[in-house]
C-alpha cells in the first residue's frame, strides 16, 4: 500500500483544514488507518485511528472532540476533519496503515507510511 497525504496549509487559529490520505492497491479496505504527527523537535504523537470499515474510531486526548477521522473505501481515502485549530496543533501529519486493529496509537506498529502534509497554525 502506498499513502499520500495532502490537505496541509497555514490557517489562523480557530480555523479548520481537511487532510486527505489517499492510498495505492485494491486491498485499501483491508486496512486500519491512522494519523500521526511530529512538530519540530518533538516525537511523533498519535492523533487517530479507524477501522477497516469505518464503523469505529479513536482520537489521542489533545484533538479529541475537535478532529473526526473518516474513510471512503469506494475511494481509497481516508480524512482527518480538523477544527477549533491550535498553535500547538502545527506539526507535519503522516497517514499510516496497519493490518490490523489493535495498538493503533504505537506508531512502530505500523505497516506502511505515506509522506507527511505541514499544517500551520498561527496565532
Known amino acids: 500500500v502506498q499513502l499520500q497525504a495532502s490537505g496541509g496549509g497555514l490557517v489562523q487559529a480557530g480555523g479548520s483544514l481537511r487532510l486527505s490520505c489517499s492510498a495505492s492497491?485494491?486491498?485499501?479496505?483491508?486496512?486500519?488507518m491512522a494519523w500521526f504527527r511530529q512538530a519540530p523537535g518533538k516525537e511523533r504523537e498519535f492523533v487517530a485511528a479507524?477501522?477497516?470499515?469505518?464503523?469505529?474510531?479513536y482520537y489521542g486526548d489533545s484533538v479529541k472532540g475537535r478532529f473526526t477521522m473518516s474513510r471512503d473505501n469506494a475511494k481509497n481515502t481516508v480524512y482527518l476533519q480538523m477544527n477549533s485549530l491550535k498553535p500547538e496543533d502545527t506539526a507535519v501529519y503522516y497517514c499510516?496503515?496497519?493490518?490490523?486493529?489493535?495498538?493503533?496509537?504505537?506508531?512502530?506498529?505500523?505497516?506502511?507510511w505515506g509522506k507527511g502534509t505541514l499544517v500551520t497554525v498561527s496565532s
Open positions: 499510516a496503515a496497519r493490518g490490523e486493529y489493535y495498538r493503533m496509537r504505537d506508531s512502530s506498529a505500523m505497516d506502511y
Open positions: 492497491g485494491r486491498t485499501f479496505s483491508s486496512y486500519a
Open positions: 479507524i477501522n477497516w470499515s469505518g464503523s469505529t474510531t
